[in-house]
């Protein structure tokens, strides 16, 4: 029985027959981790003896009746999210040997689950790029053609899902951070309602975008695991206070007569010929199911990755401020005075695309422009947001591309940040309007490269987009996993 190959939920439901133990199955998970992890690079730390002490304390909780649904489960996580006294670096020089004082709250959460984890994911340098490129330890690579990014910034969570090095992962998604990877290699993965998951003890990006989420196998899984993450936290000021919800309940329900909105603007000139035609086919299946097809407009849609890259940065001025070199991390040796030490630090510490976005902040903050470009940009985003409102008094869901091609080789984009930037056009939309977004396999490729298809749905409405998913993945069927040689 080859446990790498199963499900999360096939691996519980294992669990539950005693025909497995936690511990054979994090094994399993540790040995195909060190087959493949010299050519994938997805992880960074592994807490390898950790993860087998947790996985018995699985065993026993299994064996004590104490289990929740994914109990005995591994897990990957980025390295943005805090855990106590394991490295948590987000792949900069920086903060490389931060050793958290506490956990995150959604580390929390998989710890009391009983969810051994298996360690800590590569990214791009504080979430800040779409390829994993601009990481200290070196790009991550997509299983599907190691000369091919696996997209980011959680490249690192989607490549070890992709090459079967955990079934589960935990990704930060901004602008497009867990879908547009999941998207590249063939995964499922979700950006949640802003404020669902507790984004306390997440190393801040861009606060009012930043949201937590799950990468997985399938849609099942990855509903399963947002079940486990969402709820309120009194630590978070953004949290919001609901009763939870179980996202595998809904999973199965008819979708004849859902109003599937299709905008427009989505499929404008620049996207690949291959990915317009998966996702088309994609919304063929839905109607084929009974779904209304309503073709829409989101007007304003054209402006968002401006505005996103501007209230983003922003932000990242703000957030990234707190990295002084004077109460924790690097600390320049030329300190001969406070200023000094400062500025060497800084120079020293951060990597060219997180200096171009403190730069590109700060000078939309300052006095003078503060009007012209960030209040600007904050206006744009209360119209898309007006947008996605429109839209969704006409239909339930919105499906759309998640990237405009499939994953692009190394070094194609990370010289022109602008091409970088358009990686994230079909995704940046959700994080200004606040609302859920995912991405499910669509097909692939004839070179063999993963498409993925993307839902949005309205605010807190995570229940319609899974099962929506759920149905369309039934249609798709799976597109398997990559082949990679060991």
């Known amino acids: 029985m080859e446990l790498i190959n199963k499900s999360a939920l096939e691996l519980r439901d ?47 909780m299994i064996k004590d009746k104490t289990a929740t649904s994914l109990t005995g489960i591994p ?13 948590t670096t987000c792949c900069s020089k920086i903060i490389k040997d931060f050793l958290p004082p506490y956990d995150a709250t959604v580390i929390t959460k998989i710890k009391e689950a009983g969810m051994p984890i298996l360690g800590k994911t590569n990214m791009d340098e504080f979430a800040m790029g779409s390829s994993t490129e601009t990481s200290i330890f070196g790009p991550s690579k997509n299983p599907w053609d190691l000369e091919r990014v696996p997209g980011g910034s959680s490249g690192g969570s989607a490549a070890a899902v992709a090459a079967m090095e955990a079934p589960l992962a935990l990704g930060s998604d901004t602008g497009g951070s867990i879908r547009q990877p999941a998207a590249l290699t063939g995964i499922v993965g979700i950006k949640p309602t802003y404020g669902l998951v507790s984004r306390y003890g997440l190393i801040a990006f861009a606060s009012s975008l930043d949201q937590i989420g799950p990468f997985a196998k399938n849609v099942s899984d990855a509903a399963a695991l947002l079940t486990l993450l969402a709820g309120h936290d009194r630590r978070d000021s953004t949290s919001l206070p609901l009763e939870k919800v179980d996202y595998l309940q809904n999973l199965g329900q008819d979708i004849k007569g859902l109003r599937v909105g299709v905008p427009v603007e989505f499929f404008a000139e620049g996207i690949d010929p291959e990915v317009e035609s998966n996702v088309k086919n994609s919304i063929k299946a839905l109607e084929e199911f009974g779904a209304e097809i309503i073709e829409i407009s989101l007007p304003h849609s054209e402006y968002a990755l401006a505005a996103y890259y501007l209230v983003a940065t922003a932000e990242a001025s703000s957030n990234l401020a707190r990295f002084d070199g004077v109460r924790y991390g690097h600390r320049s040796k030329e300190d001969r005075d406070s200023v000094t030490m400062f500025k060497h630090t800084r120079a020293e510490g951060f990597g060219p695309e ?51 091609s499939p994953a692009f080789k190394f070094g194609e984009k990370n010289k022109d940040p602008l091409a970088m930037y358009l990686s994230d056009i079909f995704t940046t939309t959700a994080n200004l309007a606040g609302i859920p977004a995912m991405s499910l396999p669509a097909g692939l490729t004839s070179e063999g490269l993963p498409v993925g298809v993307q839902i949005f749905a309205p605010a807190l409405k995570e229940d319609i987009m899974l099962n929506t998913a759920y149905a369309l993945e039934k249609a798709i069927g799976s597109i398997g996993f990559p082949a990679l040689e060991v």
């Open 75 to 87: 897990i990957a996580i980025k390295d943005n999210l805090c855990t106590y006294h394991v490295k």
């Open 14 to 60: 294992l669990l539950d027959k005693r025909e497995v133990s936690s511990r054979e199955i994090v094994e399993a998970y540790l040995e195909r981790i060190e087959a493949v992890e010299p050519k994938v690079n997805s992880f960074v730390t592994l807490t390898k003896e950790q993860a087998l002490k947790d996985a018995d304390k699985a065993d026993k």
């Open 354 to 404: 997180v200096k171009r976005r403190i730069i590109l902040g700060t000078y939309a903050l300052s006095s003078g422009f503060y009007d012209a470009y960030y209040l600007k940009a904050l206006k744009t985003r209360t119209l898309i947001k007006q947008d996605f409102d429109e839209a969704f008094k006409k239909v339930d869901v919105l499906i759309t591309p998640t990237t405009p």
